[in-house]
């Protein structure tokens, strides 16, 4: 994998040759200030587009990949969160970039609310907006050879009860799959969860793929892991009905633009804290191991899954670099806020067993050649940047 590169004017000459196929008026980039042009004039609420580096970055590492799609269409769900903003910007970006001619068709329960909040993908002719649930939405026509299911992200509404979110990650899987069966599709991508794996052994520092518990089933908040498990077994029967490969991401925790500061991520909430000038809130005690994988990062890894992972051969996405919650804290105030205050809620207990989420990636590293590139204070760093405006800041 190729390290970061340099920002010099060949990655301003092909970001502003991605956004010739989008509208005249969107921003571009001015050399001279390295910032976007806010033709617009749009409100802080509107997220900006990824910046040029990271685009170029992702580009550099999958370049092979992308002859594969050529004319061709591809159907995504979750398009309008954190990973489908991601691969949303990518693809145009690869699409401009290699002359590639292909289609997204992107499902969303709301055309109107994205189209306000991301014009700069909206408003790309390569990107078409199908209105719909994923667990009933309406076939569209012609051949779909590349699909990704990314819908039914973790961030939870409040009132989203356990059963149905389970019941609804299980059921948008199956109509995929049967849209899969019907459309010729020959490479299907799930973006399963590291939660499949359920509680994490302390005794465990770094979780492989062949680790073979299971959420507790009786618990509500292991529904979502249920139904990630429940859609992974739906994706084996399918592969071996249709004889389409199917591709699983058990992804873990990640950072970057997109990523929202006020859902239940601790980075977030963290970052959103120091921009802000406020004490960084721990509600634990702070000794949690997490890890977190920059999000140009992930856009690369599950680009490669999709294009080149076996079928059927779950592999963990994330970064194997741990730290605990409090050191996390101490890291997003360096590079943010310097001095910050940190304000932990809980003593720890001496002798308690360390709460665990790291995954091992090694079975990735080997088969698909993937590494993280960006490190955690530039993620920290690049998603910091990335907000500050949209805080009015």
């Not at 005249?24 to 004039?41: A, K, S």
């Not at 002859?67 to 159907?75: D, H, N, T, V, Y």
């Not at 077994?233 to 591709?247: D, H, P, V």
Request: charged letters at 20%.
């Amino acid at each position: 994998m190729r390290a970061l590169p340099a920002v010099d004017a060949a990655e301003y000459t092909l970001y502003n040759r991605i956004l010739l196929c989008l509208p005249p008026r969107l921003p571009r980039i001015n050399q001279q200030t390295n910032c976007m042009e806010n033709i617009f004039h749009l409100p802080s609420l509107t997220p900006p587009p990824i910046v040029p580096r990271d685009l170029a970055y992702i580009l550099e590492n999958t370049e092979r990949l992308w002859p594969e799609l050529r004319g061709k269409q591809i159907f995504i769900t979750g398009g309008t969160g954190f990973f489908g903003c991601w691969l949303l910007e990518s693809f145009l970006a690869a699409n401009a970039a290699f002359n590639l001619r292909s289609q997204a068709v992107v499902l969303t329960r709301s055309p109107e609310k994205f189209r306000l909040r991301a014009p700069h993908l909206t408003g790309n002719p390569s990107i078409q907006l199908l209105e719909g649930d994923v667990r009933d939405f309406v076939f569209p026509s012609g051949e779909f050879p590349f699909i990704i299911h990314a819908a039914t992200e973790s961030v939870r509404k409040q009132t989203f009860h356990p059963s149905d979110e389970l019941a609804t990650i299980a059921d948008g899987a199956r109509r995929c799959l049967e849209f899969a069966e019907s459309h010729r599709t020959a490479k299907f991508l799930l973006t399963s969860s590291g939660a499949v794996y359920g509680r994490q052994p302390s005794s465990i520092t770094h979780l492989a793929e062949d680790y073979r518990a299971a959420p507790d089933a009786r618990h509500p908040n292991y529904a979502y892991a249920e139904g990630k498990r429940i859609a992974e077994r739906l994706c084996a029967e399918s592969a071996t009905r249709s004889g389409m490969e199917s591709k699983i991401a058990r992804c873990f925790a990640f950072v970057g633009p997109h990523l929202p500061l006020d859902a239940h991520f601790a980075i977030g909430n963290f970052i959103r804290d120091a921009l802000l000038g406020n004490p960084i809130e721990i509600r634990g005690d702070g000794t949690p191991r997490r890890s977190y994988l920059y999000a140009a990062d992930l856009a690369i890894w599950l680009w490669t899954m999709l294009f080149r992972a076996p079928s059927l051969r779950p592999l963990n996405v994330g970064s194997d670099h741990d730290l605990s919650i409090r050191e996390l804290a101490e890291a997003v105030a360096s590079v943010i806020r310097p001095g910050l205050a940190i304000r932990v809620a809980q003593e720890a207990v001496p002798g308690d067993p360390i709460q665990r989420y790291v995954p091992s990636v090694e079975a990735a590293k080997k088969k698909l050649n993937l590494a993280e590139g960006v490190s955690l204070t530039d993620a920290i760093r690049r998603t910091a940047k990335w907000h500050r405006p949209q805080l009015d800041l």
